[in-house]
Each structure stands twice: as structure tokens, then as C-alpha cells.
């Protein structure tokens, strides 16, 4: 699958190449426009194999493979400049034509490697990697879940009790092939199996069921005694940065650019019913701590709900007209820049909730235990489940559950190109049927 990947991506930057070639001068492709690819194919192929373009998620996570690639040819494209600089060919190449394989690679790159990701399972056969699971002396119950994984019922043939190389080496033959190995068995045998995978070679793992309840991350150790980790902050420094750059870069031009229609909006709403322009009420962002979130006030001053205990709804008697026109637009939102600004939040992260939001009369955190895992980071504008149509008024507890589940699988996959990619694909939800 690897040598797969980085032989389309090949092709696909040569295509590429040769394609802006012929379109930009009308003529077959030159010596020069080979002698790009020569430096820039196996630059890329270089810087691709370093940022783990061919590793797991790569080949699992369309949106994560096609980030990677992007991020390989942009640093390739930049070697390849640096380089034609310091050998004083930039004035025999054609800059044209760089440029344009450069953009043209991006794009086939990116559509090739995504089709080829989505079609993955049907290439290789579902999963690539082959798990054993082993049950000694435990009931297996419905093995339906492991379906095409192999399994071995331990027995009396296979003890690990017996310190013997003959038990041994029938084991070592039975898991030559697996890059996993699962053992489900007794807690008075996973001492024992422990010590037999430390010398099989293979990474083994054994089944300790009474860790569920606490969903551990992995394991570290203080003072020489393991401990479970339970949690972790998702982005490193470095990704904390990075995202810090990018929400002030685009908060901080939102604001310029559309600074004249704050003003008249700002000044609408005061004529409106002279009251305040801003409604400020307590949200709850990252880490669990409380900030005053900034919306353009879009309801009657005395109909104002700070606690959030009755969501919107189609017909809301409480919201003035000129309200329900920057409700439907989104822009009673635009003034959360400046909650950006002041980094109480992000331009993309899971939308904060009133405290007194409610589905089918439960609080949001009694109708799910995870739903105070969504603040290990910042809160946003917009978000993953925005994007997806998870809007409007919390009804029934699915309305909430399906939402939680799209912050979740943010948090856990967080990267700069998903959020440019959100960010992008919210201007297709700001008129949106639920936006009331």
C-alpha cells in the first residue's frame, strides 16, 4: 500500500508537471520541464517519507493523508527554489511553469491520494495488518466482532506455564505472521503471558477488562511504579501554536474586513430598541473554565435569556426582527472574534453551550458522561458538527449526542489542514434551515 501510494503520487506530480508544460506554452514538454522533475520528485518523496506521508494514517484517514501530502509539497516546492537559487538555474527554468506544476500537483495529488485512501479496504483486504487474538481459559462469548482476525483457543497443547522450548516454539509458530497479538485469559495468567510476549517479538497485549470504566490512554511510570494515563492535553506546544497563529491571522482580518458592516449592524440594534448591543453570557471553554462569551443581541432586552435555559426555536416570540435576519445569517456571531482575539477561543472547535442547555429536560452533561471531554480544547466559531448540519435547537437527546460525537472525532483528529478545511466548508452553512 505504501509503494502504492508514493507510486501515484509520482505520477501524479509528473502528470502534473508535464500537463502545465503543454498548457502554458502549446508545445511538447521540454528538457527543462524534465529536468524540474528530476529534482522535485525525489525531494518529495524524501520529505514525504519524513513527515509520515506513507505511515498508518496515512492509508487510513483520507483527510490525514492528503494534509501530509499537501505539507511534503509545499517544503519540496521551497527546497527545489532554495536550490535552483544557490545553483543559479532560476534563470534558465521557466518560473511559469514551475508555479503551475507545482498548483496542478496539488490538486492531483490531493484528489488521487484521497480516492486511493477511500478504496483502501478493497485494495489491501480491510484491515492490512494481521491481529491474532488468543483466549486461554476464558469464554469467548460473540466472536462476530473479530471477524477476519485469527483466533487460537488455548489449551493444555499450548500452556505458557510450561517453561519448555517445545511450548514455546509451537507458539512462536502460530504467531509468526501477526503484527498483533490479543490475549484474553484469567488475571492469574497475564503475568505469565506477559512474560511470554516480552521475548515473541510481536506486539502483545493482554486483556484487562476492569480498565474500561477508567478508558486509559497509556501507560507511564513515577518512582519505578506503572501508573494509567487517563488523560492528555491533544495538541503539543508546537500545535498549540500553530493554531494560535492561525485563529489570530484570521480572526484579526475577519474583524478589518468586516469592520464597516459591524458598525452598521452595531448601530441597528441600538436604534432598534435602544438597548445594549452585545449580549454577554457565561459559557464554559477549555478546560472546564468559564468565560463570558460576545453574540450581537438578537432578542427584546427583557426577553433575554442569560442562563440558556430555553433554546431558540422557528417563531421564537422573543427575538426582534432585525434579529432574525443576523440569526439566519450567523453575523449575531461575528462578535466571538474577539473572544478569539482575547484567547478564550478558536476560529474552529466545538460551538460552547449555554449552562442551562437542555434536550428532552436534561442538562447536556446528564444525557452523556463524555460530554465534559469536548473541553479539553479551545471552544469555536464553528465546527465539525456545524459543518455536518448538527444545528438549532436541542430537542431530543440524539440532537445533542450527534453533535458530542462530531466534537469528539475533532478533538481526537485535530490538524491545521481540517481546520482550514471546516473553516472552508462553513460558508456553505451559514444560511442554514436550523439558523433561527
Known amino acids: 500500500m505504501y509503494v502504492m501510494l508514493a507510486a501515484v503520487d509520482a505520477l501524479a506530480i509528473?502528470?502534473?508537471?508535464?500537463?502545465?508544460?503543454?498548457?502554458?506554452?502549446?508545445?511538447?514538454?521540454?528538457?527543462?520541464a524534465f529536468?524540474?522533475?528530476?529534482?522535485?520528485?525525489?525531494?518529495?518523496?524524501?520529505?514525504?517519507?519524513?513527515?509520515?506521508?506513507?505511515?498508518t494514517p496515512a492509508i487510513h484517514d483520507r483527510w490525514a493523508s492528503v494534509g501530509l501530502a499537501v505539507n511534503a509539497l509545499v517544503l519540496a516546492a521551497g527546497a527545489v527554489i532554495l536550490m535552483a537559487f544557490f545553483m543559479k538555474v532560476s534563470a534558465e527554468w521557466s518560473r511559469l511553469t514551475f508555479v503551475g506544476g507545482v498548483c496542478l500537483s496539488l490538486i492531483a495529488v490531493s484528489v488521487c491520494r484521497y480516492m486511493l485512501v477511500r478504496h483502501a479496504h478493497h485494495i489491501v483486504g480491510n484491515d492490512p495488518y494481521n491481529v491474532m487474538h488468543i483466549f486461554d481459559g476464558v469464554d469467548p462469548g460473540d466472536t462476530g466482532s473479530l471477524r477476519g482476525?485469527?483466533?487460537?483457543?488455548?489449551?493444555?497443547?499450548?500452556?505458557?506455564?510450561?517453561?519448555?522450548?517445545?511450548?514455546?516454539?509451537?507458539?512462536?509458530k502460530e504467531i509468526r505472521h501477526a503484527d498483533r497479538v490479543i490475549v484474553h485469559c484469567p488475571e492469574a495468567k497475564r503475568k505469565i503471558w506477559a512474560r511470554v510476549l516480552k521475548g515473541a517479538n510481536v506486539q502483545g497485549e493482554v486483556i484487562a477488562p476492569e480498565?474500561?470504566?477508567?478508558?486509559?490512554?497509556?501507560?507511564?511510570?513515577?518512582?519505578?511504579?506503572?501508573?494509567?494515563?487517563?488523560?492528555?492535553?491533544?495538541?503539543?506546544?508546537?500545535?498549540?501554536?500553530?493554531?494560535?497563529?492561525f485563529d489570530l491571522v484570521v480572526a484579526g482580518s475577519l474583524l478589518l474586513l468586516l469592520a464597516p458592516m459591524l458598525i452598521v449592524v452595531a448601530l441597528i440594534?441600538?436604534?432598534?430598541?435602544?438597548?445594549?448591543?452585545?449580549?454577554?453570557?457565561?459559557?464554559?471553554?477549555?478546560?472546564?473554565?468559564m468565560f463570558h462569551i460576545y453574540k450581537f443581541r438578537s432578542m427584546y432586552v427583557e426577553n433575554?435569556?442569560?442562563?440558556g435555559n430555553r433554546s431558540a426555536s422557528r417563531g421564537d416570540d422573543r427575538i426582534t426582527p432585525f434579529g432574525r435576519f443576523i440569526r439566519a445569517t450567523s453575523i449575531d456571531e461575528i462578535p466571538q472574534l474577539l473572544n478569539v482575539m482575547k484567547g478564550e477561543m478558536s476560529i474552529v472547535?466545538?460551538?460552547?453551550?449555554?449552562?442551562?442547555?437542555?434536550?428532552e429536560n436534561k442538562l447536556f452533561w446528564h444525557i452523556d458522561d463524555r460530554y465534559w471531554h469536548r473541553h479539553i480544547i479551545k471552544p469555536g466559531l464553528t465546527g465539525l458538527a456545524q459543518v455536518r448540519g448538527y444545528r438549532g435547537a436541542?430537542?431530543?437527546?440524539?440532537?445533542?449526542?450527534?453533535?458530542?460525537?462530531?466534537?469528539?472525532?475533532?478533538?481526537?483528529?485535530?490538524?491545521?489542514?481540517?481546520?482550514?478545511?471546516?473553516?472552508?466548508?462553513?460558508?456553505?452553512?451559514?444560511?442554514?434551515?436550523?439558523?433561527?
Open 14 to 32: 509528473s502528470a502534473s508537471f508535464l500537463a502545465a508544460c503543454y498548457l502554458l506554452y502549446l508545445r511538447q514538454p521540454s528538457a527543462m
Open 35 to 55: 529536468e524540474q522533475l528530476a529534482m522535485f520528485i525525489p525531494l518529495f518523496l524524501i520529505i514525504a517519507h519524513l513527515n509520515r506521508s506513507y505511515s
Open 149 to 172: 482476525k485469527s483466533i487460537i483457543y488455548s489449551s493444555d497443547m499450548l500452556d505458557p506455564a510450561r517453561l519448555d522450548p517445545s511450548t514455546y516454539d509451537r507458539l512462536a
Open 211 to 245: 480498565l474500561s470504566d477508567l478508558q486509559p490512554l497509556g501507560i507511564a511510570q513515577r518512582a519505578n511504579t506503572p501508573t494509567l494515563i487517563v488523560s492528555r492535553g491533544p495538541l503539543g506546544l508546537k500545535d498549540r501554536l500553530v493554531k494560535r497563529v
Open 269 to 289: 440594534i441600538f436604534l432598534q430598541d435602544r438597548g445594549p448591543i452585545f449580549f454577554v453570557q457565561i459559557r464554559v471553554g477549555r478546560s472546564n473554565q
Open 304 to 307: 433575554s435569556d442569560l442562563a
Open 349 to 359: 472547535g466545538p460551538r460552547p453551550h449555554a449552562l442551562g442547555s437542555m434536550a
Open 394 to 436: 436541542t430537542i431530543v437527546e440524539s440532537d445533542l449526542v450527534n453533535r458530542l460525537q462530531s466534537d469528539l472525532e475533532y478533538v481526537q483528529n485535530w490538524t491545521l489542514w481540517r481546520d482550514i478545511t471546516i473553516l472552508v466548508r462553513t460558508a456553505g452553512v451559514v444560511l442554514h434551515k436550523n439558523a433561527y
